[in-house]
């Protein structure tokens, strides 16, 4: 299975592309407002990752103002 994410500024056109995507056979989903934010926060965990030991205390002392 292939998944793509699209974008447009336009209704019309996203419109448009999701009518064609279903007669030719190919399901389709529009993500909510909340889907797209915990996609972003997903990708940012995974991003972020280093498999590195973080001391917290260390980490703190660092971000403290």
């Known amino acids: 299975m292939e998944t793509a994410i699209l974008t447009s500024r336009s209704k019309s ?6 009518e064609l995507a279903q007669k030719i056979g ?7 407002h909340e889907e797209i934010e915990e996609l972003g926060i997903i990708l940012a965990i995974k991003d ?14 660092k ?3």
């Open 63 to 65: 971000i403290k103002v």
């Open 48 to 61: 972020g990752r280093t498999e590195e030991y973080v001391d917290t205390d260390k980490f703190l002392e």
């Open 26 to 32: 190919i399901k389709t989903k529009v993500l909510t």
């Open 13 to 18: 056109d996203l419109k448009l592309l999701l």
